[in-house]
C-alpha cells in the first residue's frame, strides 16, 4: 500500500539525574562530594534516504522516543548518554508541527539530517554544589525532560508523465486501455 502522509508523536531522550555520594577510603570517614553528573537524554534525528519511496514505515508505529541519558555515579563518573533515535524518510518529505502548523524540516537531498527532538541535559552532582559554607551537599539536580511534540509527515510526488487535450478528446479511455 502507498502511503504518502502520516502523523507521528516524538520524544526525546531525558537527562540523567545527578547522584548524590561522598567519598570514601579506608582510613577517610568523611570525605568531600564526589556525585557525578547524568548523562544527556538522546535526539529524535530524521535523515533523508533514497532507498525509500513511501511513508510504510509509519503505517503501524506512530510513537517514537529515543533513550534516556544513564544516572550520574559516584567518584565523579558521568552518566552515559542516551543513544540518538535515527529515522529514514524519503527523499522529498516535509515535516509541520502540528501545534503551529510549521514546517520543521523538508528533506531535499539524499543524507539530509535534521534533529526534530533534542534530549535533555543531564543534572549536575552534588559535586558542584559544595563551597565553604556547604561542604557536604546532601543534593543533586534532576536531569531535564526531552523535547516532545506532535508532527505531520507529508511525500510530495513528481509525476513522471502527464497528460494533457482538450475536454472529451479521450484522455480518460487511452489511460485505461494503456494501463490494461
Known amino acids: 500500500m502507498f502511503i504518502d502522509h502520516a502523523k507521528i508523536h516524538l520524544k526525546a531522550g531525558d537527562g540523567?539525574?545527578?547522584?548524590?555520594?561522598?567519598?570514601?577510603?579506608?582510613?577517610?570517614?568523611?570525605?568531600?562530594?564526589?556525585?557525578?553528573?547524568?548523562?544527556?537524554?538522546?535526539?529524535?534525528?530524521?535523515?533523508?534516504?533514497?532507498?525509500?519511496?513511501?511513508?510504510?514505515?509509519?503505517?503501524f508505529k506512530h510513537k517514537f522516543v529515543a533513550e534516556n541519558g544513564s544516572n550520574g555515579m559516584n567518584r565523579k563518573m558521568y552518566g552515559k548518554g542516551g543513544e540518538d533515535l535515527r529515522i529514514a524518510v524519503p527523499v522529498g518529505t516535509i515535516m509541520k508541527d502540528l501545534e503551529t502548523g510549521k514546517v520543521i524540516a523538508d528533506f531535499t537531498t539524499p543524507g539530509q539530517e535534521e534533529i526534530i527532538c533534542k534530549g535533555g541535559r543531564g543534572g549536575q552532582g552534588n559535586i558542584h554544589f559544595s563551597n565553604a559554607i556547604r561542604q557536604a551537599p546532601k543534593f543533586a539536580r534532576a536531569g531535564i525532560p526531552g523535547e516532545e511534540r506532535d508532527v505531520s509527515i507529508e511525500l510530495k510526488l513528481i509525476a513522471d508523465v502527464g497528460l494533457v487535450g482538450f475536454p472529451n478528446a479521450g484522455k480518460s479511455t487511452l489511460l485505461s486501455v494503456i494501463t490494461s
Not at 25 to 32: A, L, V
Open 16 to 59: 540523567g539525574n545527578g547522584m548524590v555520594s561522598f567519598h570514601t577510603e579506608k582510613y577517610i570517614t568523611n570525605g568531600g562530594p564526589d556525585g557525578g553528573d547524568g548523562g544527556k537524554g538522546g535526539d529524535v534525528v530524521f535523515y533523508a534516504s533514497e532507498e525509500l519511496t513511501t511513508l510504510s514505515n509509519f503505517r
